[in-house]
Every structure is written in C-alpha cells, then in structure tokens.
T-cell receptor, first 112, second 115 residues
Framework: KAGVTQTPRYLIKTRGQQVTLSCSPI?????VSWYQQTPGQGLQFLFE???????NKGNFPGRFSGRQFSNSRSEMNVSTLELGDSALYLC???????????FGSGTQLSVL | AQSVTQLDSHVSVSEGTPVLLRCNYS??????LFWYVQHPNKGLQLLLK??????LVKGINGFEAEFKKSETSFHLTKPSAHMSDAAEYFC?????????????FGTGTRLKVLA
C-alpha cells in the first residue's frame, strides 16, 4: 500500500506570491491533517479535514487555507507569502476512529 | 488546557547504553499519548501509542514507554541504543474529548548516538 504522498518536495517562492501544496493520503484514509514545522516553533497544527469538511483549525492567519476533495486528496494554499512562512509542511492521514497518524515526507517551502 | 513538555531538547548516549527521553503532559481528560520519530529529511513515523489499555506500551525498534498518571509522564526508553536511533523524537498528546481532532506535539528531543 502506498504511503502518504506530498508534492512538490521542494518549493522556492518570493514574498507576496501564493503557493499550493498537495497531499495524497493512504488509500482508504479519510482524514487528512496539515502541520507546519520550523526550527523555532516546532510542529504546529494547521487544520484537519474529513470527508471534505474542515473539522479543526489551528491558530494560523486566514492566508493559510485548505480543502479536501472527494477522493480524500487534500491541498493547502498559502497566499501573500511572508519570509516567516518558510518551513517544512507535513501532511498526515489516518483512518476514522484510528488515532495513528501516517506522515508524508513533507514539502520544504523557502520564501525569499 | 492541554499541553506536552519534552524536558530535554538534546540527549546524547553511547551506542549500547540505555536511552531515556522524558515527556510530561497536561490534559483535562484521559488523553491518548504517542511517540513519533523523525529521521533527517523524512516525515514522522509512529513509534508507539498509549490509550489506557496498559500502562507499559511496547513500540517498534525496541522502544517502550510507561504511562504514569500520578506523575503525568510518558517517558520513552530503550535498553540499548543503536546508531540508527539517532533522530528527533516527538511526544504527542491527543485529548480524548468528543470532537477533538487536534494533536499537540512537544518541541522534540534530538537524540545523538555516539560510537
């Protein structure tokens, strides 16, 4: 069974631009969550989707948004990029009622 | 409020010696607790999970953790460190309240294994 796939693996953007990251969960997993990882702040929860509905949201500005499609694939979007948005963005999927999170390798975003 | 504290940001051990990574949690409800490991340039991998069935939880790669409610601790141990254990380890709490789907990650402990 294929694992969680995140694309692209690396991204370089400039301030003010927007970016879209993609996550394909493990087949059969309907929950997808997103995390931002930085050396200073560690892992911070962005949001979680289940069956195309956002169930929970972390404390990030509205520039960070996401969505989930009917096939459970998810995208997150960051608009008006800031230097501080440079981070590793991790996606995780899980089965409903199963608390184990399975993580992708992440998308490393650099904002110049 | 729920929180998790990893007491050491860096731990160094010699190969073949025991590993102890410390974690304390705060939760208003009976939480689920996890340890994850992250190797360089990789995503996180689940080591083990506690959900009240047994206080001593065995995980992969010889790791285990003991849940101590009186101390609100969930320390991760391994009897003998291998070079391949060098990585960053995260203690995670998930409050088991209805409708809560948020996982709270500790700040991580970087384990260094010396030859």
């Amino acid at each position: 069974k294929a694992g969680v796939t995140q694309t692209p693996r690396y991204l370089i953007k400039t301030r003010g631009q927007q970016v879209t990251l993609s996550c394909s969960p493990i087949s059969g997993h309907r929950s997808v969550s997103w995390y931002q990882q930085t050396p200073g702040q560690g892992l911070q929860f962005l949001f979680e989707y289940f069956s195309e509905t956002q169930r929970n949201k972390g404390n990030f500005p509205g520039r960070f948004s996401g969505r989930q499609f009917s096939n459970s694939r998810s995208e997150m979007n960051v608009s008006t990029l800031e230097l501080g948005d440079s981070a590793l963005y991790l996606c995780a999927s899980s089965l409903e009622n199963n608390e184990k999170l399975f993580f992708g390798s992440g998308t490393q975003l650099s904002v110049l | 409020a729920q929180s998790v504290t990893q007491l050491d940001s860096h731990v160094s051990v010699s190969e073949g010696t025991p590993v102890l990574l410390r974690c304390n949690y705060s939760s208003s409800y009976s939480p689920s607790l996890f340890w994850y490991v992250q190797h360089p340039n990789k995503g996180l991998q689940l080591l083990l999970k506690y959900t009240s069935a047994a206080t001593l939880v065995k995980g992969i790669n010889g790791f285990e953790a003991e849940f101590k409610k009186s101390e609100t601790s969930f320390h991760l141990t391994k009897p003998s460190a291998h070079m391949s254990d060098a990585a960053e380890y995260f203690c995670v709490v998930r409050p088991s309240t209805s409708g809560t789907y948020k996982y709270i990650f500790g700040t991580g402990t970087r384990l260094k294994v010396l030859a």
